[in-house]
Every structure is written in structure tokens, then in C-alpha cells.
């Protein structure tokens, strides 16, 4: 049962659904529990879902979980998609704006590969 709620936990914060994640959560879902293909809710999230993001880190998602095999983290994945309010919304829940992922990148690194300048500018004042 606990595999089958984490799965709905990540599907419904992939969605951008806040209320749907809100109520796994109130339900049993566990913030930092991992689904079957081995990822948290925060990781999986839609980026652009401050509400979901504001959901998962109020409750206790820990910003700065890794990816296994990429070591990218919430903060990369906000960064490299240019989502300026998520960034900071991580940023305000602890996440390091200085952790490297396996190929060495900082967040404000993949920020810059893609093109999203605002969020640069937010990264290099941290």
C-alpha cells in the first residue's frame, strides 16, 4: 500500500496538482519517500508548480535530495528549466546552490546553458 501511495504522492506532484498532493500527504504518503522508480515527489515535481513546491517543502521535503544517477538536484532541474520562483522558493527551504551534480555543474551553471538569465542573476546573489 505505501509503494502505491508514494506512486500517486509523484504522479500528483509531476501533474502540478497541489490539492491531490496535499491530500497523499494528510493521507500517508511520505514527503521524502521514493516511488517505484526511485524518486521523490520534490524531484519529480512539475518545476513550474510553486504551489506543489511550497506543499512538498512545507511538509518537510528535503531540498537538496539527488538524483542516483545524474546527481542533479531540485535546484538543477528548477535552474536548467527557468523557473525563477521555484528557485527561489528552494532556495528559501536550504537547497545549495552550490552542490555539483556528477558532471561538476553548478545550478547557476545549467542555468546559464539554457538561456534563462533571470535565473543567473538570482543564483549569483547567493
Known amino acids: 500500500m505505501a509503494a502505491?501511495?508514494?506512486d500517486?504522492?509523484?504522479t500528483a506532484a509531476a501533474k502540478g496538482n497541489a490539492a491531490d498532493v496535499e491530500d497523499l500527504l494528510l493521507a500517508g504518503a511520505e514527503v521524502n519517500g521514493v516511488n517505484r522508480f526511485g524518486r521523490t515527489a520534490l524531484q519529480v515535481m512539475m518545476m513550474g508548480s510553486t504551489a506543489v513546491a511550497q506543499v512538498l517543502l512545507k511538509s518537510g521535503a528535503d531540498p537538496n535530495v539527488a538524483d542516483q544517477s545524474t546527481g542533479t538536484t531540485p535546484l538543477h532541474d528548477?535552474?536548467?528549466t527557468g523557473f525563477p520562483n521555484t528557485v527561489?522558493?528552494?532556495?528559501?527551504f536550504k537547497a545549495k546552490p552550490?552542490?555539483?551534480d556528477k558532471a561538476g555543474h553548478l545550478p547557476v551553471d545549467l542555468?546559464?546553458?539554457h538561456g534563462h538569465g533571470d535565473v543567473v542573476s538570482l543564483l549569483q546573489t547567493v
Open 4 to 6: 502505491t501511495l508514494q
Open 78 to 80: 528548477a535552474a536548467r
Open 111 to 113: 542555468a546559464a546553458q
Open 8 to 10: 500517486e504522492l509523484t
Open 98 to 100: 552550490q552542490a555539483r
Open 88 to 92: 527561489r522558493l528552494l532556495l528559501q
